[in-house]
């Protein structure tokens, strides 16, 4: 082994980088909730500018690592920021962090079960939570893949296997998929990437609540029949991405059933309510879908990116990817639950069952319930604010931890240019971090409420801030 080589893998200099870390992070953090003043939410800077930083770091040559780390903390959003309100990222907890630590160095795959001894087990025992939750029967089970795009994208591959013969036949049919207009646009990615095209990916009109009109899908259904297209798949959404509106679940199985339709649910966001006896009637009908995702990294406090993918029947998860991997296994078509690697996209994964677990050991599952509870009773509290001030509207009241508002004390025609002026200001300034969405036409500012540390006091500041950035701009 070379000199740099023995030092680089040292144990003792591990220690002391390591520990030095932990302690940087700790201040972070501590900064953040005890001192937010002194740090901005969002240290914004132009993209050139952050390059030639970055690039006059390069061209210094080594240094202290611990520099190195401090730079990467000042440069960062930061999202333990109670003022973070910007996209649906979780605060991780400092628990699931730092078993990010240990998991980055022990470093074992998932695809086989020798190499998962750990995370293939936790994986079988996370996704039976999940389903018990959901209301599947023991008939169900799941994965954990590397965020929701991925993990829907595997849930219509499943739909496929489950209502064709196109894995090993060949695509000789024109097949679709039925989705509301206000999903994430990783379902019309993934029709995409399947084949389906832009008239394979049925997009059905949203009610004045931004959710799917269920009364429409027989009227679509029949047209895509009449183009001579097969629906493998309808597509919920609990919730949708820019309102946070959840689709009627219910109705939708109705229609699935009686067509004999896949129904997924993209839950990614807000299905994290089937820890919430006070708001999981927001998925109700959730137990019959065939498929549901849930991203553990929003809502969940855990890091990005881990992501549940639960079956109602655990039979259909095998069915996506049958392969012959000689020197992984040797049966392609044994139904091995700890070979991750025959149900999932990815091959080597991440230890992520260990992160989710790390929390339900420290903490038990009623963290997760408190704190769903918590950032779905602020939003509610921050809608009854804009309600009651005749300076912002809503274009709906929310139904998770998502609120949308805009300002109008303007000019009509002003109005669309002034809330993205408040939206750039607000971002250049850095004290509050939201992002802003267009919706029938009209900019709104958006805010996502993922931090237990973000109070009443802190919307009322956001609200007062985006006032005055209003008065300077219309004078």
């Not at 089937?274 to 553990?296: C, T």
Request: negative net charge; contains cysteine; hydrophobic residues 40%.
């Amino acid at each position: 082994m070379t000199p740099t080589l023995k030092t680089a893998y040292n144990p003792e200099n591990f220690r002391q980088q390591a520990h030095s870390l932990v302690d940087q992070l700790a201040d972070y953090l501590e900064k953040v909730q005890s001192q937010p003043n002194d740090v901005l939410a969002i240290p914004f800077e132009e993209p050139e500018s952050t390059y030639e930083y970055w690039k006059e770091d390069y061209q210094a040559g080594k240094g202290e690592v611990s520099d190195f780390y401090e730079k990467v903390i000042e440069k960062s959003v930061h999202i333990h920021h109670p003022r973070y309100m910007g996209h649906q990222v979780s605060p991780p907890l400092p628990i699931a962090a730092a078993t990010s630590m240990l998991t980055a160095l022990l470093n074992n795959g998932m695809a086989v079960y020798e190499m998962g001894l750990v995370s293939n087990p936790l994986e079988r025992l996370i996704s039976e939570i999940v389903a018990k939750r959901i209301g599947y029967d023991d008939n169900s089970g799941g994965l954990l893949t590397s965020g929701g795009t991925l993990a829907n994208l595997t849930a219509l591959l499943a739909a496929r296997a489950n209502k064709t013969s196109v894995w090993s036949d060949g695509n000789d049919k024109k097949l679709a998929v039925m989705v509301s207009e206000e999903a994430h646009y990783c379902i019309d990615r993934a029709a995409r990437i399947m084949g389906m095209g832009t008239e394979g990916i049925i997009k059905i009109p949203s009610n004045e609540k931004f959710q799917l009109r269920a009364e429409l899908l027989e009227e679509y259904l029949e047209e895509a029949k009449n183009k001579g297209f097969q629906v493998i798949c309808i597509v919920g959404s609990a919730c949708s991405t820019s309102t946070g509106s959840y689709d009627d679940l219910n109705a939708i199985a109705d229609f699935a059933e009686k067509h004999d339709i896949w129904f997924h649910v993209d839950g990614a966001h807000g299905a994290a309510v089937v820890f919430s006896e006070k708001y999981n009637y927001l998925v109700a009908g959730l137990h019959r879908a065939d498929s549901m995702i849930l991203d553990w990294h929003k809502m969940l406090m855990v890091p990005a990116l881990a992501t549940s993918l639960i079956f109602k029947r655990n039979a259909d998860s095998y069915r996506t990817f049958q392969q012959k991997a000689q020197y992984l296994w040797d049966n392609q078509d044994s139904k091995d639950w700890f070979n991750s690697g025959k149900r999932t996209f990815e091959c080597t994964k991440l230890m992520m069952s260990v992160k989710i677990y790390s929390i339900i050991k420290a903490f038990g599952e009623e963290v997760f319930t408190e704190n769903v509870n918590y950032l779905h009773d602020l939003a509610r509290t921050f809608s009854q604010m804009i309600q009651q001030s005749s300076d912002f509207e809503l274009p709906v009241v929310p139904q998770s931890n998502i609120v949308c508002f805009r300002y109008i004390k303007a000019e009509e025609e002003n109005s669309n240019k002034l809330n993205s002026t408040i939206r750039q200001q607000l971002l250049t300034n850095g004290r509050f971090y939201v992002v802003q969405t267009t919706l029938n036409e009209e900019v709104y500012l958006r805010v996502s409420l993922m931090n237990a540390l973000t109070t009443e006091n802190h919307l009322r500041e956001l609200l007062k801030e985006i006032g005055q950035i209003a008065e300077r701009i219309v004078r």
